[in-house]
């Protein structure tokens, strides 16, 4: 072994309660940071996940100007067959052609103002969540039955139940007066009130019926593989319908710009957090290495009188600090993993999660994934920040003069 | 009991013996104090914020309801009570502010466009004080009475109806026996609000215009009531309670928006959780300086005991080397963040992430909260928690052998 390796590690363990209070400090600030670190990402991956499932998709093609004021009348036209067209050019069946309205639902009781998406009953499950959901009855079938789906909140709120009928009302494309008399087919809950309050599902080509849509539609939803795929996707798409007149290709984040925002404000407070810990366990390294180098006055005057040379002693000291900051690197990543995968497995909840976690389109229980990434990101900018720290105790060495160290006790 | 002040002396003194450890120690406290507080005066400036703008529109601090109305939100589960019955009930019992009002769902329609909303009746001059709205940013004019016969819509929905002041819209809902109820209205005013999806879901009219809408006399559907503080609901929930039978249901303000007041409830959880972990991080250092401050004057420890010296009075004056350390950080941390929210009270425009925040039920712009009971809490658990860290350090200190410690070689 070098003999400077050899040295560091030896005056590492001259102070052995010193030097695992240093390291004591990493490893607990490490077990934190691949803790939160692993549990932030998997919640956005969820978050996005969820949060696209149930309506949005990864990228829609739409109407300019359909996105920021979804007018009726800002249609696609020939919805069905350019969906079809897509599906067929991208070898993809997770592609479905939409179309939506406003309308009041009434049942023999009550009335409630809803959202009504007309969808292709055999591709929307592909792209949405929705069709999974079926509490009761069944989803949607036949292309162009007189059949809706509605929410478990509009169910309990209109009084019906499978199998009773609701009328629609509301205006068509062209702005006249729209109604139809509905078979409920089935009753979906999502857990989100909003949507089960407030959303219905009829077939698409009885959309197009109702509201006078003459074949068009408002939407096609398209899912992408992953997320990563998501901008290559929306490029072959954008030329896909480039001969189709004036439509527009609009991703995840224009669709929801609210969702990439919140992981923004999200992450910089926890980066914030993060940081202020770094900087504390640098301030301990900081603060242990100088005395050591304080301590240990005499013993380097009497070395360099001997021939060392400062530069060597500083890469001495930068070695001590490396070697206890692995140990700290590798402890703290070891540590935070096992706990990070143990509650991946057993599920992490806190109190007052699951109406924190609802607001997100969360489950109540989180299964953290520990990734390599995650598990190394946190411990590896702390070892950076240590080495930073023993930066200046490393540098006094260089002013240190042989005779009057070896002066000092 | 004169030995305290010559301890403290002493542990002064040893304190600047070593200033560089002290003065590094000294700012990593500092750091973390002020971590602390100005982490904590952020997320309390955003739940306040938070809990205002939902509140305004809850709105009220206690409610009352027919029993069915919240899950069920009909006509049809009105409040049993007529305005003259709550008026004899509840003026004068001390509230700041109460009203009641209809809030039913509704589809208002222009030419162009339908939507759902909710519609608000109200009596414009009772819930001035706690409304959402701020009746002179009004654009066009606020309702100015019960029977006023426009109606005040939101900008954004304006927008998307394609409407503006002085067109005219339909609004459809629902009356007791189920007929719908409809009629046109002059769209009067345009409102603003700090969260935009409230301007695409309200709509106010007056309050007996709304009653005669949807034929229902003089009943409503809920009537709110305002205290002094949101967060203690207690006294203005007591006087409600007490003036009604239970053929209506009182509900606190967190009842009604369970994540506002889940919000509310982890808040202070959560911070002290945050003051803990800073603490944590912190401790290892601190515990590291005492125990090398008591390694390098083994002897002298040894000597004072050898003197005559109570091992009690080692372990006091370690401890006090502590505390002083500690002491000094978070005064220098207080004074820190104190300096740092200050400036920032008048707000942080955070806008960029508009729309994430609205995600939370937050608006764009976040006002720092430093409060004396947060400040408080953090420097309490400092000391205490610091005090129990530095008594291992200080109790082996007090536990030398006099001739062993003499005789070490330092």
Known sequence: ?409 | MRIAPVLGRLAWRYLWRNHRRTIIMLSAISIGAWAMMFMTALTRGMVDQMISDGISVIPGHVQIHHPGYLDDPSIANRLPYTDAELARRFDGAGFVAWASRVRVPAVITSERESRGVTLLGIDPAAERAFSFVDYDAVDGRFLESVDDSGIVIGAKLAGTLETEVGKRVVLMTQDPENEIADRGFRVVGLFHANIESYEDSFVFVGKRTAQDLLHIGDTTTEAVFVGDDYRNVEPVYDIVSAAVDDTVRVSRWTEIDTYLGTMLKTMDGFMLIWVVVIFLALSFGLVNTLVMAVFERVREIGLMLALGMKPAMILGQILIESMLLLGIGLLIGDVLAYATVKPLESGIDISIVAQGMEMFGASSMLYPALYLKDVILANVVVLILGFFASLSPAWRASRYEPVEAITKVG
């Not at chain 1, 023999?108 to 929705?130: C, D, H, L, Q, T």
């Not at chain 1, 001590?320 to 703290?332: N, P, R, W, Y």
Request: hydrophobic share 50%; aromatic share 8%.
């Open chain 1, 1 to 409: 072994m070098n003999i400077t390796l050899r040295l560091a590690w030896r005056n590492l363990w001259r102070q052995p309660r010193r030097t695992w209070l240093t390291t004591g400090a990493m490893v607990f600030s490490n077990v934190l940071l691949v803790f939160m670190i692993s549990l932030q990402f998997g919640m956005y991956g969820l978050m996005i996940d969820n949060t696209l499932q149930v309506f949005t998709g990864h990228l829609q093609v739409q109407a300019p100007g359909y996105k920021d004021d979804q007018k009726m009348r800002q249609v696609v036209p020939d919805v069905r067959p350019l969906a079809e067209r897509l599906r067929e050019e991208f070898d993809s069946d997770r592609i479905a052609a939409r179309g939506w309205a406003f309308g009041l639902a009434s049942s023999a009781e009550r009335s409630y103002g809803i959202g009504i998406y007309g969808v292709e009953p055999e591709f929307e499950p592909k792209v949405s969540n929705i069709p999974g959901l079926i509490e009761e009855g069944r989803y949607l079938d036949e292309p162009s039955a007189y059949d809706i789906v509605i929410g478990s909140v509009l169910a309990r709120n209109l009084r019906v139940s499978v199998g009773d009928e609701i009328t629609i009302l509301g205006s068509g494309v062209d702005g006249s007066f729209a109604a139809a008399v509905l078979n409920v087919a089935g009753i979906f809950r999502s857990g989100v009130k909003e949507i089960d309050r407030n959303i219905a599902e009829i077939p698409l080509a009885t959309f197009q019926e109702i509201f006078f849509m003459n074949g068009a539609g408002h939407q096609v939803v398209i899912m992408a593989p992953s997320l990563g795929a998501v901008p290559e996707l929306q490029a072959r798409v954008e030329a896909a319908i480039s001969g189709d007149g004036d439509l527009v290709v609009q991703d995840w984040d224009a669709l929801q710009p609210g969702l990439k925002q919140m992981i923004q404000a999200d992450m910089s407070s926890a980066f914030f957090m993060y940081g202020i810990l770094v900087i504390l366990v640098a301030f301990s390294v900081l603060n242990t290495q100088l005395m050591s180098v304080l301590e240990r006055t005499h013993e380097f005057g009497v070395v360099m009188a001997l021939g060392m040379k400062p530069g060597r002693l500083g890469r001495l000291v930068m070695l001590e600090t490396a070697m206890m900051g692995m140990l700290g690197l590798v402890l703290g990543a070891i540590a935070g993993a096992a706990l990070t995968i143990w509650l991946g497995i057993r599920g992490y909840t806190i109190p007052g999660m699951e109406e924190m976690a609802a607001q997100f389109n969360l489950p109540g229980r989180i299964y953290p994934q520990a990734t390599v990434l995650s598990t190394l990101i946190g411990p590896t900018v702390v070892f950076l920040f240590c080495l930073l720290a023993s930066v200046y105790p490393a540098w006094r060495l260089r002013r240190l003069h042989p005779v009057e160290a070896m002066r000092t006790h």
